[in-house]
């Protein structure tokens, strides 16, 4: 039986490479040179899968790849693909679920402490050289210890999340989710609540939600309203989950407290956006599952996941809505 043709459109570890080149014909994109959309489709016109990250997976492309029958991202996330189309041309998708959401959480304890004890901030004066001896009274912060926690979407890395901070931090834990987490409430005290109300009761509110055409700004100026004003805001989950403007001026009008982002409606971010300007934003470039070895973890799943799929022989990790 020949090997399948796969195009890596990403950068991947040169073990996931060997692997896909032990199963696979590899074509591989050039990665001194930019991307070129034009470039890409020349590739995919001729191959049976592709492996890359948050390549925009839709008609267009889809119309231009009449051999391609799997596309695996390196990401748990999939809005980068357009399911419909891909219901179409019969293109199966998989994605990363699991291996990154002890890293993930562990990120989102970093932003929680970083925005409510101020660390990013003060990391940045003392290096400035502003550090005067004797003045206690900068960088009073927010206990997070024994403060609650909102979790608004409480899958895998919300669990993640409520174990370090109910476990860990001795934290309350309020939730809203499309559906109830028995875990959550049986293992860290979970109480689930309307979004309304963990909005209005926690002094930190994360949103770990999908991207979706229903979850697309759910956090939004009346949600942003509804925090108090002593609360801080966390997002790493997708950018447009969140209305950024209203974020933006949420935090201009200090109705809230401030806010600790891994995402952004336009990424990379614009140098221009106000964000960028406030202490009391902290602002990641979506690095959430960046470790090397979840990183590595991630393209290996990624990796076999098109090979099982290319083979014929079904995957764990195809996209619900393509099983
Ligand atoms: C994911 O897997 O969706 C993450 O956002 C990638 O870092």
């Not at 927010?142 to 001795?170: P, W, Y």
């Not at 602002?283 to 973890?297: F, M, V, Y």
Request: net charge negative; glycine share 8%; charged share 30%.
């Amino acid at each position: 039986m020949s090997k399948p043709k796969i195009f890596i459109a990403n950068p991947i570890p040169g073990f996931v490479e060997d692997y896909l080149r032990e199963n696979c014909e590899v074509v591989i994109w050039d990665f001194s040179k930019p991307k070129k959309f034009d470039g890409i489709l020349e590739i995919i016109k001729d191959v049976d899968g592709i492996i890359q990250v948050g390549m925009k997976i839709d008609e267009n492309l889809l119309s231009h790849a009449k051999k391609l029958k799997a596309v695996s991202n390196i990401s748990v996330g999939y809005n980068n693909f357009d399911v419909e189309a891909m219901k179409k041309y019969n293109i199966i998708g998989t994605h990363t679920p699991g291996v990154l959401d002890e890293t993930v959480a562990d990120t989102i304890m970093g932003l929680i402490i970083n925005t409510g004890r101020r660390l990013c901030e003060a990391d940045r004066d003392t290096k400035n050289g502003n550090w005067q001896k004797g003045d206690v009274s900068k960088f009073l912060g927010k206990d997070i210890h024994q403060s609650t926690l909102g979790i608004i979407g409480m899958g895998r890395i919300g669990e993640c999340v409520a174990k370090r901070a109910n476990l860990g931090f001795d934290m309350d834990i309020l939730y809203y989710n499309r559906k109830r987490n028995k875990l959550a409430e049986e293992k860290y005290n979970a109480k689930y609540l309307s979004m309304d109300e963990v909005l209005q009761k926690s002094d930190f509110v994360m949103v770990m939600t999908p991207l979706s055409d229903e979850t697309y700004h759910l956090m939004g100026e009346r949600e942003f309203n509804l925090m108090k004003k002593d609360a801080f805001f966390i997002n790493a989950s997708r950018g447009p989950v969140v209305d950024e403007l209203a974020l933006i001026k949420a935090l201009e009008e200090g109705r809230i407290a401030g806010a600790g982002l891994d995402v952004f409606e336009k990424e990379p971010i614009d140098k221009n956006n106000p964000l960028l300007r406030m202490d009391n934003v902290v602002t990641l470039p979506h690095i959430g599952s960046a470790t090397e070895k979840t990183r590595d973890d991630m393209a290996m799943l990624a990796a076999k996941a098109l090979v099982e799929v290319l083979e014929g022989r079904g995957s764990d990790v195809i996209i619900p809505e393509l099983r």
